[in-house]
C-alpha cells in the first residue's frame, strides 16, 4: 500500500510515501497529520488518499515518520472541498490543504482546546469593605474590575499591574473576586436575553423562503437595497439553524468585520460566536477553529479565509455583500471565497444565502438565468426613503480645491440644519502627483515608476503599491527650481479645504492614515454617533455597514476614476462603491441627498444608475458584457508574471502561450503584454489573458497544461501566478 500525501510546497502534486508499522486507530483515512521526511527535513503533511502503486520504484520510496492524530484531522467532506479548490484554481493541493488548517496544527501541536481563566468581582462586593483601604494594590485590582463586570482576562490584568497574583488570591479568600475558566478562541456568550425584532412583510418572506430549504443544497441571492433590513434576516435565520443545533458560516468582507456589526449579532443571539479574521494570535485563531469544528461554536463569523472554517454540523453559509472584492484573495492561492462558500454549500447540501444592495454581474446573471432564487427586499425598514441622487457637472464650474460651489452651498444649508455630511474621495494622502511646474518632473517610485503620493502631515511622499516612502523635496528632482506644486486631491487636502471654507464646522477625516491606532476607528465612530462631527471626510472605510441617523447628504468628490479604466469591471466596482456610500444617507426619519461631482454628466452608465438605480444600470452592463463576450458571458483566466529583467517573463510566456496553442485550440488568447501597471517594487510585470466560452473547456485544457507548465526552464526564472476567474487585472 502506498500512502499519498499533501505537503506545503508549491509543486502540484502529492507525494508517495511506505505506511509505517503501527496503522492508525482509524487505519489510513484521509485526513491524518503526518510527519514524513522530505529531502533533509522533516515536514507535516496531511494523508490525502491511498493507492495500490506508485510512478516510483519501492525501493525509492520512503517510510512516513510519526502519525500526529488518531482521527483524522480534516473530515471527509472538507478535504472533498479542498481537493476540488486546488483542482479548481489549479493550485499545488499540498499548499491548499496545509492552508486550512493553523498555522499551530501545521507546525504539529496537538489538536486540543485550552481555556483561559477570567477574573471579575464577586456580587457580593458592590460595596467593597472598609478594610480594603489598608491593602491599596488590592483595592485598586477591585475597583478595575467592578468596572468590567464580565471579567478580565490576565493579559489585560497584566498590562494594568505588575505581579497582581498575590492580592488577587488575597481577594480571592476574601470572597471579592471569582474566576471563571473561558474559552481562548474570543468572545463568548453575552449574558441576558437578547433583543428581538418583528420583521417586516418582505423580511419574513424571505427568511421563510430560505428556512423552508434547509437542509437542501439551495442557492439564494437576497437583492435588498442599504437599510433594507438584510441583517435583520441573517439575523432570524441562524437563529432557526441553532434551535436545529446546527452551526451557521456568515462571511463579510474586510471592511464589515466592524466592532458595531460584531456587537449587533451578539446581542440578537443568544449564542457562542466565534471570530475569525487576520488579526487574531496564532493560539486564538486555533481555539476558534477547534470550538467550530467540534461544534461548540453556534456561529462563526469572518472575513475571506473563514471559509475554509471546519464545522460538525453546518445548517447554513451566509456571504454578506457578495459583490465585495475582498472576497477574492489577489495573492498566492487567489480563491474567491464567495465561490469556494457556493461550491462548499453545495457538498455538504445546506442553503447559503448572497446578500448584496448591489449584486455583482455574475451572481445577478446567475439570477436570471435560474441557478439562484432571487429575494427582493425593495423597502428601506421604518420611515426611511432611499436618498435621491443628483449630479453635479463639473465643466466650467467655479471650484474651491475639489470642492463645486454647488456642493458648498449644500454642505451650508445641511450644517445650518445641524444635520451631517459625508464626502466619500477614495483617496488617502495631499494630493496624488507632486509635479515640478518649471520642467513637468512628477515625484515618482522607483521601483514602480509610477507618482507618489504626497501626504502633508508627514512632509513625505508614498508610494500606495509598494509602501515605498521618502521624505518629500522642497526641488524638483531634474531642474532643481523650488516650483513644486501638488496635483489632484486625496483626503487630507479636502479636509484642508473645507477647514478654509467652513471655519466652524468640526471635520473628521477617516482614512487608513487617520486610524491606523488601535481603537481610533472605533472612537471617531462614536463622536460621529454623539453628534460631535459636522462633516466626515472618509475613504471607503465609511462606505459599509455604518448607520448614522444624522447624515442627511453624501457627496462624491470624484465619479470619473471608475468611467474610464483599463479593467473591464471599474464602472461596476463604482457603481457599487456609489450606491454604498449613497446608502449611509437618510437611514432615519429625514430623507438624503447625493451629489456625484462629474466631468461626463451625460455619460451613459452613470446616468442610467443615477436616474433608474443599480438594476436598471446592471441590466445595460450586463448587454455590453454579452455582445462583447466578457465574463459572466465567458471565461478567463490571467497568467501573470514578474522579473527584475523585463525580458525574462515575455520569454516565459511566449513559451506558456505556445503550449496552450496546442492544448486548446478553442482558447482566446491575448498576450503577452506588459500589465496595466508595467512595474512594481522593482519587477516588470507581464501577462497573458486566456478566454473561453466555456468554463468546463478552459478547465479541461489547463489541468494538462499547469503542470507543463511548471516544468518549463522558463518558468524558473521568473516569478508566476494564474488567476482563475480574475477580479483584478492590474
Ligand atoms: P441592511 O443590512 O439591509 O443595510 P439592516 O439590517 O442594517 O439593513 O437594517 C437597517 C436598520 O433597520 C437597522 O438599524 C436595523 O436594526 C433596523 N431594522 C431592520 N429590520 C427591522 C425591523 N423589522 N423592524 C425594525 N427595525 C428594523
Ligand atoms: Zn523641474
Ligand atoms: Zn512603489
Known sequence: MILRVALPVPLRRLFDYLPGDVEPEYGWVPGLRLQVPFGRKQMTGILAGVAESSDLPRTKLKRIGTVLDEAPIISETDMQLLEWA?????????????????????????ARKSTVPLWMIAEQAAELPEELQRAPKQLRIARLLQEYPEGLSPDILSAH???????????LEKGLVKQRRVSAGGPIRKEGPPATMELNPEQREAV??????????????????TGSGKTEVYVELIKSVIEAGKQALVLVPEIGLTPQFIARLR???????????????????????????DGSAAVILGTRSAV????????????????DPSFKQQESFRYSARDVAIKRASLI???IVLGSATPSMESLHNALSGKYRRLVLQQRVGKALPPQMATVDLRNRSMHGALSDVLITAIREQLTNRQQVLLFLNRRGFSPVLMC???????????CAIPMTYHKQRNSILCHHCGSQAPAASVCGECGMAELVQVGYGTERLTEALGEVFPEARILRIDRDSTRRKGALEQMVEEIHAGEADILVGTQMLAKGHHFPDLTLVGIIDADRGLFSADFRASERMAQQIMQVSGRAGRASRPGTVLIQTHY????????????????????LLEERKLTGLPPFSFLALLSAEDYDDKTPVTFLNEARAGLRQAGPDLEIMGPVPAPMEKRAGRFRFQLLIQSATRAYLHNVLRDWCPALENLDSARKVRWSLDVDPQDLL
Not at 446581542?267 to 494570535?281: E, F, K, N, P, Y
Not at 475554509?308 to 459583490?323: F, R
Not at 454628466?601 to 445595460?620: K, S
Open 161 to 171: 499591574f505588575s505581579n497582581w497574583h498575590t492580592p488577587m488570591k488575597a481577594l
Open 601 to 620: 454628466p451625460d455619460h451613459p452608465l452613470l446616468n442610467t444608475l443615477i436616474r433608474q438605480g443599480y438594476h436598471a444600470f446592471a441590466d445595460v
Open 267 to 293: 446581542d440578537r443571539l443568544q449564542a457562542h460566536i466565534v471570530i475569525m479574521h487576520s488579526g487574531l494570535t496564532e493560539n486564538q485563531r486555533l481555539q476558534g477553529w477547534l470550538e467550530a469544528r
Open 349 to 351: 447540501k445546506i442553503p
Open 308 to 323: 475554509w472554517t471546519p464545522m460538525k454540523n453546518a445548517g447554513l453559509i451566509i456571504v454578506d455583500e457578495e459583490h
Open 208 to 225: 421563510e423562503r430560505i428556512a423552508a430549504e434547509f437542509g437542501k443544497a439551495a442557492r439564494f441571492l437576497l437583492d435588498g437595497i
Open 86 to 110: 486546488a483542482a479548481y484554481y489549479h493550485y499545488p493541493p499540498g499548499e491548499v490543504i496545509c492552508l486550512f488548517l493553523p498555522s499551530l496544527l501545521r507546525q504539529g501541536r496537538a
Open 437 to 447: 511646474h518649471h520642467c513637468g518632473w512628477t515625484a515618482t517610485c522607483p521601483r
